[in-house]
């Protein structure tokens, strides 16, 4: 990331290590419990959305990584 950029991204492929790919099955039920989690959130309550981006971002990265686990890339 650019020490000159006006803003933190969420993901900085630089910086941000992808972590241990946990099993897919896992996951999948994981990021189920996110979406119906966040999915009654309040799209007018800025602290809401920024949660629910956070998670939903990081149960992305998570289930692509057991996706690229499992299909050996």
């Given at each position: 990331m650019s020490t000159?950029?006006?803003y933190a991204p969420l993901h900085d492929?630089?910086?941000d290590r992808a972590?241990?790919?946990l099993p897919l099955d896992?996951?999948?039920a994981r990021t189920r419990?996110?979406?119906a989690e966040h999915a009654t959130a309040n799209i007018?309550?800025?602290g809401e959305m920024l949660r629910a981006a956070v998670h939903l971002d990081m149960r992305l990265r998570q289930l692509v990584?057991?996706?690229d686990k499992e299909?050996?890339?």
């Open positions: 000159d950029a006006p492929p630089q910086t972590g241990l790919a896992f996951l999948l419990e996110t979406l007018h309550d800025r990584a057991a996706l299909a050996n890339r």
